[in-house]
């Protein structure tokens, strides 16, 4: 079982980008999945959740800006990043609260990070 993000890049401020996290491993059900982002020199942060019923929470810096989704059929995980700013420049980590699989239980799993850089 494993999480693989992508869709990191540089943007200008104002911009957009959206992250993808697939789940790979012959996967059932994943209860709680997030991103988490880490900027240098900081610590890792919540930027947003979302539950298999679709419930969703969102960090104060984010909200309105941001929307979390998920395909449970292809088990992946999107963020949309809109009116970027440079404070959002961090490493964006995917998470998996719980993920039942066929090889498994697996809890508190972490993809490997996607940088994003906001920056004129």
């Known amino acids: 079982v494993q999480l693989q993000a992508s869709g990191g890049g540089l943007v200008q401020p104002g911009g957009s980008l959206r992250l993808s996290c697939l789940a790979s491993?012959?996967?059932?059900?994943?209860?709680?999945m997030g991103w988490y982002r880490q900027a240098p020199g900081q610590q890792r942060e919540l930027v947003a959740t979302?539950?298999?019923?679709?419930?969703?929470n969102y960090a104060d810096s984010v909200k309105g800006r941001f929307t979390i989704s998920r395909d449970g059929a292809i088990n992946t995980l999107y963020l949309q990043m809109n009116s970027l700013k440079p404070e959002d420049t961090a490493v964006y980590y995917c998470?998996?609260?719980?993920?039942?699989?066929?090889?498994?239980?697996?809890?508190?799993?972490w993809g490997q990070g996607t940088l994003v850089t906001v920056s004129s």
């Open positions: 491993g012959s996967i059932f059900s994943i209860n709680i």
């Open positions: 979302i539950t298999s019923d679709g419930t969703t």
């Open positions: 998470n998996a609260g719980h993920i039942y699989s066929r090889h498994g239980y697996y809890s508190n799993v």
